[in-house]
T-cell receptor, first 109, second 116 residues
């Protein structure tokens, strides 16, 4: 089993919709989690850090479920500009972040 | 302020040649990371530098790969005798302290390597 797994998508949703996707992890000792956004042919940029049960920033909400070992990302009132690949990452050991393969999101007009 | 910079942005080389990729981290950042991203894939950890500590090389895929860092500044990733499977985007990231619970990694724009 991979240390971090994501549904590759693509998720194709209309503008204004709410969309959510999950990231599962295998190391129950993991403490710090991240969602990065990556636009096509660009570098990843941090969207949100999750150190406890969750985090919220505007239209974006991240939730951590330690019992089931997954983190979710919820995007409300989606915009065309939200179209991107969303990478889930966690600190595996020491200071090494392990990333999932990413979930592709496409918002249509 | 200046972010993480990488050079070259694109590199095309012939199989068997050596290549050197450069990363300039954000000034003051003590931790530096290299990742590889193949087309349509996630980020694959390669190597991590933290201050003067011995680097974590656990992600280097073979002995053809090596990396150096001068103090807390520039890092170079060298790939010897390149193979076609080395074709990927090589991303560098830096963070202030490299401490898991409080740090954020900032990525450079990457070097797109194509091995013919």
């Amino acid at each position: 089993r991979k240390e971090v797994e994501q549904d590759p998508g693509p998720f194709n949703v209309p503008e204004g919709a709410t969309v959510a996707f999950n990231c599962t992890y295998s190391n129950s000792a993991s403490q710090s989690f991240f969602w990065y956004r990556q636009d096509c042919r660009k570098e990843p940029k941090l969207l949100m850090s999750v150190y406890s049960s969750g985090n919220e920033d505007g239209r974006f909400t991240a939730q951590l479920n330690r019992a089931s070992q997954y983190i979710s990302l919820l995007i409300r009132d989606s915009k065309l500009s939200d179209s991107a690949t969303y990478l889930c990452g966690l600190y595996s050991s020491a200071s090494k972040i392990i990333f999932g393969s990413g979930t592709r999101l496409s918002i249509r007009p | 302020g200046a972010g993480v910079s990488q050079s070259p942005s694109n590199k095309v080389t012939e199989k068997g040649k050596d290549v050197e990729l450069r990363c300039d981290p954000i000034s003051g950042h003590t931790a530096l990371y290299w990742y590889r991203q193949r087309l349509g894939q996630g980020l694959e950890f390669l190597i991590y530098f933290q201050g003067n500590s011995a680097p974590d090389k656990s992600g280097l895929p073979s002995d053809r790969f090596s990396a150096e860092r001068t103090g807390e500044s520039v890092s170079t990733l060298t790939i010897q005798r390149t193979q076609q499977e080395d074709s990927a985007v090589y991303l560098c990231a830096s963070s202030l302290w490299g401490t898991p619970n409080t740090d954020t990694q900032y990525f450079g724009p990457g070097t797109r390597l194509t091995v013919l």
